[in-house]
């Protein structure tokens, strides 16, 4: 399937979601560069991150430094969150985590005391409104979750002309307005895809349970895990289910696939948040467990995975770590760093059997029904070395943040 057809498709999900009431936005929409076009994006791309980067058109583009002009303000600092729905375990998150860092530096007398914040539960007319309110309150730093590539373009660019800098988290935009914070989704579904086509040793049907349809998010994993395992001539994708990364709806949409699909089922890619209900669906449906690999490490997944003995893949991804990937960035351009590209990509830590279980015991008392997220204790995703490789200039960070 072209990557034209796949957004056609994309946007008619986009009118059914609408309609069952979800907020989502319209998918970025872009034709496959030149290879030429491909090489001057990457350009600015640190050599050792480009990799991370494939396919980087299913999410936004790639571009030069969109603040090169930018001065940045004196201390102290006003920090804001920007989110689009606050509704979710993930969010919140990032939002505790956003203010445990602020905090440490409110101390220090270089931000001021409050994260002021902001949650358009999922409406992007709503959300560029309270972006706008936000600037206009003194905030330095906005930090984002868009629910659309190209709702927040107005703001973010009034924004930049009053010297506010805007960051977005796991959710690229298609305006040159603000500096993108995140992993590359088409690359994270390859992965996992792939994973699972391996350890299905290259046979079988396999389930996709995606997130929110319509959206740049979900459009990259899907076309990413459909590439990887293309690559399997003996598997066959059976189907695609939209949980939009929510345990009660997946599960529900998940036992009424199964009912009305009774072949037999062997892997599913899920992509994050949904893993739990995916195996419920599949025992109250009278299924066995199948091998499965999932996006994210929510608590319960973990808890689950160690209770059943589960042989999977994961990733780290939790909101506050992805929180503090962000805040590091803000506070290199704070403190006079330029960087190099306007999109700072960085591939998610995997967990395996091993790792998970290490994992596990560093959070005791969780179940697969907790609703935390089992970061590693230092939230970092990538070490700052890797995140200081997108930057030229600046002084060092004082003091250094405590995740």
Excluded at 100 to 110: E, I, P, T, V
Excluded at 312 to 336: D, P
Excluded at 348 to 372: F, M, Q, R, V
């Amino acid at each position: 399937m072209t990557l034209r057809s796949m957004l056609r498709g994309a946007a008619l999900m986009v009118g059914v979601a609408g309609i069952l009431g979800f907020g989502v936005g319209a998918a970025y929409a872009a034709d496959e560069p030149t290879k030429a076009e491909q090489e001057q994006a990457l350009s600015n791309v640190p050599a050792k991150a480009r990799a991370y980067y494939d396919h980087y058109w299913y999410n936004a583009p790639v571009g030069p430094n969109p603040y090169a002009n930018w001065n940045p303000p004196a201390p102290p600092w006003q920090f804001c969150l920007n989110d689009s729905m606050l509704g979710t375990s993930w969010r919140t998150d990032l939002l505790n985590e956003l203010k445990k860092l602020n905090a440490q530096y409110h101390a220090a007398g270089l931000t001021k005391e409050d994260v002021l914040t902001t949650d358009s539960n999922n409406n992007i007319s709503v959300q560029l409104t309270q972006f706008n309110n936000l600037s206009r309150q003194g905030c330095n730093v906005i930090v984002s979750t868009p629910s659309n590539p190209t709702g927040l373009c107005a703001g973010m660019k009034d924004a930049m002309e009053h010297g506010v800098l805007s960051i977005t988290v796991q959710s690229p935009v298609n305006c040159p307005y603000a500096m993108n914070v995140g992993s590359n989704q088409y690359y994270g579904g390859r992965e996992l895809a792939d994973w699972v086509g391996k350890a299905l040793h290259g046979k079988g049907n396999v389930l996709i349970l995606s997130g929110v349809p319509g959206i740049s998010t979900t459009i990259g994993l899907e076309a990413g895990s459909k590439a990887a395992l293309a690559k399997y001539p003996g598997i066959k994708i059976v189907g695609t289910v939209y949980g939009f990364w929510n345990e009660a709806t997946s599960k529900t949409e998940m036992v009424k696939w199964l009912a009305t699909h009774p072949q037999k089922l062997d892997g599913i890619v899920s992509y994050g948040d949904m893993a739990v209900a995916a195996d419920e669906a599949l025992a109250q449906s009278g299924r066995p467990p199948v091998m499965q690999a999932d996006g994210t490490n929510e608590c319960a997944y973990i808890a689950y995975w160690h209770e059943k003995k589960l042989h999977t893949l994961a990733f780290l991804a939790g909101g506050g770590s992805n929180g503090y990937e962000a805040f590091y960035v803000a506070m290199k351009m704070l403190n006079g760093a330029k960087p190099m590209t306007n999109m700072v990509w960085f591939p998610l830590p995997a967990l395996n059997d091993a790792s998970a279980e290490k994992l596990y015991k560093a959070w005791p008392g969780i179940t697969p029904t907790s609703t935390c997220w089992a970061d590693e204790p230092d939230h970092h995703l990538v070490a700052d070395a890797y995140i200081n490789t997108f930057f030229k200039g600046g002084k060092p960070i004082e003091p250094k943040p405590k995740p």
